[in-house]
């Protein structure tokens, strides 16, 4: 693919650059085979995004590079921080007050994962230091995955609104969690101070900026139509702002986005149509980021020898959520079946994970690629596979609908999936 690339660029000169085409290009042909899959066979259209993204990066798209740095970074952070926005937008706090084992099944699932994967990638010979991180980033579900097989099947129910809030504490406590850990990788013995303190400068630093954005866009809606398009370019760059600023200060990017939504959501209850309001713009910033996301994990050097490092790190993950989602499920308001099928609706792994990868190879030059090396196929197989359980799962828990017959889109209120 690389010669093609040389030959066409020796006579297709475009004033933006040929990795503008070649991007505009690839973008165009995941949204069809996106649109394409889901009307055919009736699953999301990530896993046409995901399908194209991983075609080109094995193929040898040369549009971007590993480790992720510069705008690339910045598209899949701002893609991520719209995504965790809206996510955060649907947390309402005052449940967990009327139901507390909700954020103890969150917490219980979160830890179990860590604590499992951790143990488990160090039983296999993997360096203590590495398997933590494998650890923390197996913690991070994906609501950008679940949110986007929620909107194309037409999911709602108990189990739909739990598993999204569910994987939106879990990427909160992944992102305070490897932000603060990636800057002390280098330091074996750490106290219970050197410990806590940069994870207090994260969730600080992130809070105050989301605070402000949540504050901002309040005041914003007051005066402005929700659904109109100047809102949703507003409700777009005030995100990208605080994103850089946040990055800046020491906190995390995606972690302020994801605060500011919860917060705001909590100065105004009322309901609002996230997805209508952030338009067009950010359907197309999020479609780049699966696509950029399995394309980057495409393009990572694939080593055999870790085959069975990624099929352990992948099995041991979902059971630990299975397992975390229904031994906290009594007096949760759900029954056992339902909370399995949360577990697997929990699945997904993508941007947020990628991101997780990042730091820590930003962070450091030898333990980085050794965490990639696990981490990436694994990230590449969940953002197929992972869209597929949770699809499978909230069809299964009779709270979204399937198509009548290959050809035709899902419509809302057909009931669950019938044998």
């Known amino acids: 693919m690389s010669e093609l690339m040389a030959f066409w660029a020796e006579w297709l000169r475009p004033s ?8 505009a290009l690839l973008l165009a042909v995941a949204a069809a085979a996106g649109h394409l899959l889901q009307r055919h066979t ?22 971007t590079g590993w480790p992720l740095q510069g705008l690339s970074l910045f598209l899949l952070e ?42 488990v990638m160090r039983w296999m010979g993997v360096q203590s230091t590495v398997a933590e991180a494998l650890g923390l980033i197996a913690m991070a579900a994906s609501p950008a995955v679940l ?20 994987s939106t504490l879990s990427t909160l406590y992944a992102l305070t969690l490897v932000s603060a850990r990636a800057g002390v990788m280098h330091r074996p013995h750490t106290g219970a101070w050197e410990t806590l303190y940069p994870v207090m400068v994260v969730l600080g630093v992130s809070f105050v900026v989301g605070a402000v ?14 659904t109109s398009e100047n809102t949703s370019m507003l409700l777009i760059a005030l995100i990208a702002a605080a994103a850089a600023i946040a990055a800046h200060l020491g906190g995390s990017a995606p972690l302020a986005a994801l605060l500011g939504g919860i917060i705001l959501k909590q100065l105004n209850p009322r309901p609002w149509a996230w997805p209508r309001q952030l338009g067009s713009a950010a359907s197309v910033l999020v479609t780049l980021m699966f696509v950029l996301v399995s394309l980057v994990a495409a393009q990572a050097p694939w080593n055999p ?14 059971g630990a959520k299975l397992l975390g989602v229904q031994l906290a499920n009594w007096s949760s308001g ?12 929990m699945a997904p792994m993508s941007a947020v ?67």
């Open 42 to 63: 009736g699953v999301p259209k990530v896993v046409g995004y995901s399908f194209i993204g991983a075609l080109a990066g094995l193929a040898g798209f040369s549009g």
């Open 353 to 419: 994970a990628l991101l997780l990868v990042t730091q820590f190879i930003a962070s450091s030059l030898t333990l980085g690629p050794r965490i990639a090396s696990v981490a990436l196929p694994a990230i590449l197989l969940m953002e197929v596979l992972g869209a597929v359980i949770a699809t499978f799962a909230l069809y299964r828990a009779g709270e979204s609908s399937v198509p009548t017959h290959v050809g035709r889109a899902p419509s809302r209120g057909s009931g669950a999936l019938r044998g």
């Open 213 to 226: 954005l949540a504050l901002v866009l309040r005041t914003a809606l007051r005066v402005m139509i929700p």
């Open 305 to 318: 020898a870790v085959a069975g490092l990624v099929g352990a790190f992948v099995a041991v993950r979902i």
């Open 78 to 119: 701002l893609g991520v921080a719209v995504v965790l926005f809206e996510a955060g937008g649907r947390v309402a706090l005052r449940w967990f007050r009327h139901n507390p084992m909700v954020l103890l099944q969150s917490l219980l699932e979160a830890l179990l994962t860590a604590y499992a994967v951790t143990t």
């Open 334 to 345: 759900t029954n056992w079946r339902q909370a399995v099928w949360t577990g697997c609706a």
């Open 147 to 166: 949110s986007r097989v929620v909107m194309d099947t037409g999911a709602s129910g108990p189990v739909t609104e739990r598993a999204l809030v569910l």
């Open 16 to 23: 933006a650059g040929l990795p503008t085409v070649q991007w």
